[in-house]
T-cell receptor, first 116, second 112 residues
Framework: KAGVTQTPRYLIKTRGQQVTLSCSPI?????VSWYQQTPGQGLQFLFEYFSETQRNKGNFPGRFSGRQFSNSRSEMNVSTLELGDSALYLC???????????????FGQGTRLTVV | EDKVVQSPLSLVVHEGDTVTLNCSYE??????LLWYKQEKKAPTFLFMLTSSGIEKKSGRLSSILDKKELFSILNITATQTGDSAIYLC????????????FGTGTLLAVQP
């Protein structure tokens, strides 16, 4: 079956602009999580969506936001871009955790965002 | 604050060597520990561990979890150049969420 699909693969934006990234999860997976990966900080959790609702949020400023659609596809948006937002943004899809039964997360190829 | 620490940060070995990568954690309501391999972009899943002392194996790779001492190891035997990658350790926990807390990774370079 198809894996996790992220678009676009690469983006170059100017400081102050905004950007929207897209993630299509594996068919049947209803949980979508977003991570930011930078050389200094590693992978840091941004937020998780399930059933079109944000279920958990990491320690990022309000400029980072997201949403999930009824088909489980998710988008994340970063407004007023800063140089420090340059990173690889990874999306992960999972079956939903149900008490006592854990599942692994599958990652997309990521979107490489460069802010100049 | 929840945290996951991996060691060493980087490692250079020769083909045929055996390596051990370490991961320690302090995470509220621990549920599972996962290992991923990242070569270029997408981390690919290796193992998920939930119980202490039960070794998981896949070919030349194996991993085990110690929930009392709060750590896990990933072993790779007879290393090959194709094993060169960043190895990531992640911990899931904290209730009804799929959130993962990652370590910064171990960069493994296998030389011919």
């Amino acid at each position: 079956k198809a894996g996790v699909t992220q678009t676009p693969r690469y983006l170059i934006k100017t400081r102050g602009q905004q950007v929207t990234l897209s993630c299509s999860p594996i068919s049947g997976h209803r949980s979508v999580s977003w991570y930011q990966q930078t050389p200094g900080q590693g992978l840091q959790f941004l937020f998780e969506y399930f059933s079109e609702t944000q279920r958990n949020k990491g320690n990022f400023p309000g400029r980072f936001s997201g949403r999930q659609f009824s088909n489980s596809r998710s988008e994340m948006n970063v407004s007023t871009l800063e140089l420090g937002d340059s990173a690889l943004y990874l999306c992960a899809s999972s079956l939903v955790y149900r008490g006592g039964i854990d599942t692994e997360a599958f990652f997309g190829q990521g979107t490489r965002l460069t802010v100049v | 604050e929840d945290k996951v620490v991996q060691s060493p940060l980087s490692l250079v070995v020769h083909e045929g060597d055996t390596v051990t990568l370490n991961c320690s954690y302090e995470v509220t309501n621990f549920r599972s520990l996962l290992w991923y391999k990242q070569e270029k972009k997408a981390p690919t899943f290796l193992f998920m561990l939930t119980s202490s002392g039960i070794e998981k194996k896949s070919g030349r790779l194996s991993s085990i979890l110690d929930k009392k001492e709060l750590f896990s190891i990933l072993n790779i035997t007879a290393t090959q150049t194709g094993d060169s990658a960043i190895y990531l350790c992640a911990v899931g926990g904290g209730g009804a969420t799929n959130k993962l807390i990652f370590g910064t990774g171990t960069l493994l370079a296998v030389q011919p």
